[in-house]
């Protein structure tokens, strides 16, 4: 029995009513409405799949895809949930399947503001050094792992959204999150340590 | 913020929202979709087509089905009335109740013996006979 539906989803801010009332125009073939949900989610859209692939262009190809992929399944959506989370599953299967079969492209450049991080040459190194060893980490986590990683602590989401978004429960959100956390918290210490 | 997440924060780049052409995007997704929408509307403006004709078929059929649970009764008394007026037509039209097996009063049966009496002297009679038994007859018993 799902959850009764919520006219705003307090956590996420978005309101869930107008994306249904949008969802059952979609429905009847109403493109406005189907642009109206493009524009309502395509930003987060983008930022979740951009967290997985790291790539910009190969994000705009897959929230392009996911639009395209949640237009054809919209008949399977329950309208008594909310729409977000089920399009946002569909990006990030979207988007790890287009990880595993691309061979890997080289990684957009580094913001600036991330590669300027550092008062001193030597600060700038280890704080470099820093970031390496944990990106290693989080790339070595097994794939759910990192995942529920990314939409965590880079995309702030909390276990029950995860947990919808990947049509898991959320025990096993947390379970999993704690996991991860505590293998890349032992990196973090130990390069702390070292440096 | 603890500092695991601050360190993964910095560790990773954001996303680059600012170098995505937001509107292109827009337009492309809207594009691709647009056949998948049209055939989508088609087939909706289809259901909606088939549904108002089962609404002009209830239209017509719905007060017989409403009707039909009293209805049937009402017809099968009907017949049952018409076969009774039938077979009284065909007993006035000689068929007596003897032969239909009922039983017969005393007074029928006279009755049924004068008109025979009646018929067979009338029988006899030619046509001028006949015209005057018909113009001259005042009630007198045979």
């Not at chain 1, 909310?82 to 890997?104: C, D, E, G, K, T």
């Not at chain 2, 009907?78 to 109740?97: D, E, H, K, N």
Request: charged fraction near 25%.
């Amino acid at each position: 029995m799902p959850p009764p539906r919520q006219q705003a989803d307090a956590e996420s801010g978005i309101d869930t009513a107008q994306d249904t009332l949008l969802v059952e125009r979609v429905l009847r073939g109403d493109a406005e409405a189907y642009g109206d949900l493009v524009r309502r989610h395509m930003r987060r859209a983008f930022a979740i799949a951009y967290r997985i692939l790291e790539h910009r262009e190969d994000a705009e190809d897959v929230v392009q895809d996911a639009f395209l992929r949640a237009l054809e399944r919209i008949d399977s959506l329950d309208t008594r949930r909310p729409f977000h989370p089920w399009l946002y599953r569909i990006v990030v299967n979207q988007a790890l399947n287009y990880r595993r079969s691309r061979s890997r492209r080289a990684m957009d450049p580094m913001p600036a503001t991330v590669a300027a991080a550092g008062p001193t040459p030597e600060e700038d190194a280890e704080a470099a050094a820093l970031r390496r060893q944990l990106r290693s980490a989080l790339d070595a986590l097994p794939e759910r792992q990192r995942t529920m990683v990314q939409l965590a602590d880079l995309e702030g989401f909390n276990s029950t959204e995860i947990a919808g978004i990947l049509d898991i429960a959320p025990g096993t959100v947390r379970w999993h999150l704690h996991a991860a956390r505590r293998t890349l918290r032992k990196v973090l210490e130990a390069a702390r340590g070292v440096t | 913020m603890d500092a695991l997440t601050q360190a993964l924060r910095d560790a990773v780049p954001e996303p680059p929202a600012n170098d995505v052409d937001w509107p292109a995007l827009r337009v492309r997704i809207d594009a691709a979709a647009a056949p998948a929408l049209a055939a989508r509307a088609t087939r909706a403006g289809a259901a909606g087509g088939r549904a108002r004709a089962a609404r002009a078929m209830r239209a017509w059929w719905q007060p017989l089905a409403v009707w039909s649970p009293r209805g049937i009764p009402v017809a099968a008394a009907a017949t049952v009335v018409l076969m009774i007026a039938a077979g009284a037509v065909r007993s006035g039209g000689g068929t007596s109740a003897l032969d239909a097996g009922g039983f017969v009063t005393i007074e029928e049966e006279l009755a049924n013996g004068v008109a025979a009496g009646a018929r067979s002297i009338l029988s006899e009679l030619d046509a001028d006979a006949m015209l005057d038994v018909a113009l001259f007859y005042d009630g007198e018993e045979w």
